[in-house]
């Protein structure tokens, strides 16, 4: 199995940058995909963005699309989120996830989909 540790959430103002860092252990990130969602209060988890087992693909929900960037890093076994331009919107729990990656097609974007996940970091937004 792999466990997952997010970090770098905080609290920042609106138009502000973070990066979030999701850290992989006990196995090998290398052949796994990786997704962010997020959860506000009151709210369902929702997909943010995902980034294929090989890094050659991308997706992006509407809302954060041009804004946030999701990139991995083979060698420290650990995939980023790099939000800018950030709202008050963006006020979430973020998790990572991961599951196997595959050569078949789908979008993966529901959390049932995935079998791993970390404890979640929280981002504050003022305004």
């Known amino acids: 199995q792999v466990q997952l540790v997010e970090s770098g959430g905080g609290l920042v103002q609106a138009g502000g940058s973070l990066r979030l860092s999701c850290a992989a252990s006990?196995?090998?990130?290398?052949?796994?995909?990786v997704a962010w969602f997020r959860q506000a209060p009151g709210k369902e988890r929702d997909f943010v963005a995902r980034?294929?087992?090989?890094?050659?693909?991308?997706y992006y929900a509407d809302s954060v699309k041009g804004r946030f960037t999701i990139s991995r890093d083979y060698a420290k076994n650990t995939v980023y989120l790099q939000m800018n331009s950030l709202k008050p919107e963006d006020t979430a729990v973020y998790y990572c996830?991961?599951?196997?990656?595959?050569?078949?097609?789908?979008?993966?974007?529901?959390?049932?989909?995935?079998?791993?996940w970390g404890q979640g970091t929280q981002v504050t937004v003022s305004s």
């Open positions: 980034i294929s087992w090989s890094g050659s693909r991308t």
């Open positions: 006990g196995r090998t990130l290398s052949s796994y995909a």
């Open positions: 996830a991961a599951r196997p990656g595959s050569y078949s097609p789908g979008s993966y974007q529901r959390t049932y989909e995935y079998d791993y």
